[in-house]
């Protein structure tokens, strides 16, 4: 059974990157057939799609955060990145890595890590 294990920063100031990272155990992610999404959950907001990264390596972002998004991955460790630049307090949030079958469509994915708290503040 795959599992996803997000890690993160806890508290970045504003305009500084966030780095955070999801180690993936399990399963390959290389693995035909899925995308491995990064969604975040603000407080008092619902799911946000931010972006994913198919098994090819070639990475999709969300338009209104695409100007501020990195995702890559190391597949010799199995492991994904997520860079968020230029942060700033609405960036806090509740941070997850997820596995789905549309990398867009937040319903397809059907493992999740348990997420990590990502807040911004000085």
């Known amino acids: 059974q795959v599992q996803l294990q997000e890690s993160g920063p806890g508290l970045v100031k504003p305009s500084q990157t966030a780095s955070l990272t999801c180690t993936v155990s399990?399963?390959?992610?290389?693995?035909?057939?899925?995308?491995w999404s990064w969604i975040r959950q603000r407080p008092g907001k619902g799911l946000e799609w931010m972006g994913a990264i198919d098994t090819s390596g070639s990475p999709y972002y969300s338009p209104s955060l695409k100007s501020r998004t990195s995702i890559f991955r190391d597949a010799s460790k199995n492991r994904l990145t997520l860079q968020l630049r230029s942060a700033t307090p609405e960036d806090t949030a509740v941070y997850y890595c997820?596995?789905?079958?549309?990398?867009?469509?937040?319903?397809?994915?059907?493992?999740w890590g348990q997420g990590t708290q990502v807040t911004v503040s000085s």
């Open positions: 997820a596995r789905g079958l549309y990398g867009h469509v937040i319903n397809s994915h059907g493992d």
């Open positions: 399990g399963d390959s992610i290389t693995k035909a057939g899925y995308y």
